[in-house]
């Protein structure tokens, strides 16, 4: 048997794209039919819908290096059918649906020919293709044999009003062969429409039906006589490229076809090409439910060529599509868009694949919904009251479905105080679904930190501290799939555990005044802190900021704790801790009745579980002034301090900057006791320096005093020694 290198034979069956004026068959789309034998050749600028192929080899051979090749040579849209036992395979690949096919081979031979690949091609309108890719025997008298069984199955089998085409290794080298003339009894030779090898000799060719052949632009050649006069000497001159015209009408399936509904990350392949009403392809995709985190859509290069992505939206209060995005990488079809936007997240969206370079350009696109667990929990767990409930350590999204190949993905946030996350997973009916887990991004097949793939029921995953990798704060992504072919109803839950890090403080923890301090709280639990507040502090100010995700609110009540019910004031953003409270505490002249120094509650609280950091700062604008000298100097004129009933004030000694002393004196014609004290305020039975009498006590801090002059707050406290005393001024002086 030999095997001919057969290049290329087109046969155009309607309008050739730009070789016939405009005039000529205006509403007429082609259909081009390729014969040919070389799996290595490029067949870029080809654009046929249908294929006879000898030699059908790729790769391995393998269905899936079958698959790539034609979607890399023809495009995504194309289908084949292929004679895989013959000793040198054939095909049949179309760009429309092959309804069905097979082998006929009653007269096989030991050297492989015989065999006739059929495929019953649907075709637009009322008329459906077959084309017969066959090889027949180099022995005449066979040959003509393997002709007439050829046209037995083709009487039987072929309805009479559909076209007809048989082409393939013919092995006919002259227009006397018998089996040429017993194939014109059924089918029309368009001569000339076969083609020559470079040895002179001639093997394959292709013949169609009167019903086809009959919408040749010139008129076909009906019999045998005229096709005697083909002139095969000089097909030499027509080695590679024979192409005929024909006015067959596929115009409706050359309209844009219509747009495809995306399932939830279930990736769909395509092709663009530069053939006009093929040189894009439209799809839609609508999330299911709202409590959305985000939305992607994500375009892959399939083969070579460079496809551009588009994206728009449906909007209602126009009624028209809205552009949003245009990804468009030179030289790949590599692309991906996300969104963020609220705004945006349930809407109609309108995704297009553009053709931008190359021949046929095959690529594969998906769209899929990030859900944000915490928000689908609320909406499937509503309250009696309607209202909003806070998070809580256990989440959970009943009734949720995921579709044959597809993917349900959702996010949830683990605080930086979590000891440890449990992920459930139990599967409601349908097929088996597998498990994905994996931090700050969606997981996928090849990306995820942890992931189960079996039948079980029901899927448990544990991660701590000692997971590999372990739990960290962040953004945690679990992917449900549906490995098919059912689709699957599952349930899944989360549930976080307390408590990472320092163990839980109980009791009110006291602040420094400026000095941020780190803590935690767990789902509707509370922490407290106290600050004590000076008599000249004027006003007060307290920030929350969080390390990490989670929800901390920020609530004061003055000199009693906080509650949700009788706080006076409140910060508490939604999504994060990021809190604020300020306020003015009032002139430092009107001084209140005791005790000082005054101890104010700040609580914070819960309504997700959150680590955070806390700050409280008093300060004295009316009574402390910094000079042009950089000295800072307090000053108090005209008050009573009773002994019952300390008086205790404040300064700020900042960081960074060095001083050389501060100096606090008490100008009196009474009897007073003056004591000083670093960060802590002071008494008569605690304190760093004191001073007494009725001749203006005075302390002196230095560098070379113990304790010696850091920064910090440096409290100072003034009692009578008599029931009450009067002093004319207090005054510290802060000199760099």
């Not at 036992?85 to 020919?113: M, Q, Y």
């Not at 939604?574 to 700040?602: C, D, F, K, M």
């Amino acid at each position: 048997m030999r095997l001919k290198t057969c290049r290329r034979l087109f046969i155009s069956l309607a309008l050739w794209l730009g070789s016939l004026s405009a005039s000529v068959w205006a509403d007429e789309l082609p259909l081009r039919i390729l014969l040919a034998n070389d799996p290595a050749a490029n067949y870029a600028t080809d654009q046929p819908a249908v294929i006879l192929f000898q030699n059908f080899v790729a790769g391995d051979n393998s269905e899936a290096a079958i698959s790539h090749w034609v979607t890399t040579a023809f495009g995504g849209e194309f289908s084949y059918a292929r004679d895989a036992k013959s000793l040198i395979p054939s095909g049949v690949i179309s760009r429309f649906s092959i309804i069905k096919h097979g082998v006929w081979n009653n007269l096989e031979t030991k050297a492989g020919d015989g065999r006739s690949l059929y495929a019953h091609i649907d075709l637009p309108g009322k008329k459906d293709l077959w084309v017969i890719n066959t090889h027949f025997s180099l022995d005449p008298k066979q040959r003509l044999a393997q002709a007439y069984d050829l046209l037995d199955h083709l009487a039987v089998a072929v309805p009479e009003n559909d076209y007809l085409l048989v082409g393939g290794q013919l092995n006919i080298t002259g227009i006397d062969d018998p089996a040429l003339a017993a194939l014109q009894k059924l089918l029309q030779l368009e001569g000339p429409l076969l083609i020559k090898q470079e040895d002179g000799e001639v093997y394959n060719w292709l013949l169609t039906d009167a019903d086809l052949a009959q919408y040749q632009d010139a008129a076909p050649q009906k019999n045998k006589a005229a096709a005697k006069n083909l002139d095969l000497g000089n097909l030499q001159r027509n080695l590679y490229r024979l192409i005929k015209n024909y006015r067959l009408d596929l115009s409706g399936f050359f309209q844009p076809p219509p747009p495809v509904t995306l399932e939830n990350a279930v990736t769909v392949d395509g092709s663009v090409s530069p053939v006009l009403a093929r040189n894009l392809n439209e799809y839609r995709f609508t999330p299911a439910f709202p409590a959305l985190e985000s939305l992607h859509i994500e375009m892959e290069s399939a083969g070579p060529g460079d496809a551009d992505l588009q994206l728009a939206y449906w909007s209602y209060s126009s009624n028209s599509w809205v552009f949003y995005a245009n990804r468009a990488t030179p030289g790949t079809s590599d692309e991906s868009i996300t969104i963020t936007d609220r705004n945006l997240l349930n809407r109609e969206w309108r995704i297009i694949v553009q053709y931008s370079a190359g021949s046929v350009v095959p690529y594969r696109v998906r769209a899929f919904a990030v859900y944000d667990l915490q928000n689908l929990h609320n909406l499937l767990h509503p309250s009696h009251t309607g209202a909003t409930p806070p998070p809580g350590a256990v989440t959970s999204a009943p009734w949720q479905n995921v579709q044959p190949g597809g993917w349900q993905f959702y996010a949830f946030n683990v605080p930086a105080n979590a000891a440890g996350l449990q992920i459930e997973a139990e599967r409601t009916h349908g097929g088996p679904v597998h498990l994905y887990v994996q931090k700050d991004s969606p997981p996928w097949f090849n990306n995820a930190l942890f992931q189960i793939q079996n039948n079980d029921i029901v899927h448990t995953l544990s991660i701590d501290g000692t997971s590999n990798p372990p739990l960290t704060a962040g953004r945690w992504y679990v992917g449900i799939q549906a490995p098919g072919p059912q689709d699957t109803g599952f349930e899944l839950t989360t549930t976080l555990s307390c408590c990472a890090g320092a163990p839980t403080v109980t009791g009110d923890i006291p602040l420094a005044n400026g000095v941020p301090v780190t803590g935690s709280v767990w789902f509707g639990d509370w922490q407290y802190y106290t600050l004590n507040l000076p008599v000249n502090a004027t006003r007060l100010e307290i920030t929350l900021t969080g390390n990490g995700p989670g929800d901390g609110d920020l609530y004061y009540d003055g000199s009693q704790r906080p509650t949700l019910r009788t706080t006076t004031t409140s910060s508490r953003q939604r999504g994060r801790t990021q809190e604020h409270l300020a306020y003015n505490l009032g002139s430092p002249w009107a001084i209140l009745p005791g005790p000082w120094p005054h101890p104010v509650y700040i609580g914070v609280y819960g309504y997700s579980a959150a680590a955070y950091e806390v700050t409280a700062t008093w300060s004295d604008g009316l009574t402390t002034q910094t000079l042009p000298s950089g000295e800072q100097v307090f000053s108090m004129q005209n008050i009573y301090v009773y002994d019952a009933d300390p008086l205790v004030f404040a300064i700020q000694v900042p960081a960074g900057t060095r001083y050389s002393n501060l100096r606090i004196t008490a100008q009196t014609p009474d009897d007073i006791a003056l004591y000083v004290r670093r960060d802590i305020p002071p008494d008569k039975y605690t304190f760093d320096f004191s001073a007494g009498g009725t001749n203006a006590p005075e302390v002196m801090v230095t560098g070379a005093t113990n304790p010696s002059l850091t920064a910090g707050t440096w409290w100072f406290a003034v009692y009578s020694n008599n029931q009450r005393s009067s002093i004319t001024q207090l005054r510290a002086e802060l000199r760099p």
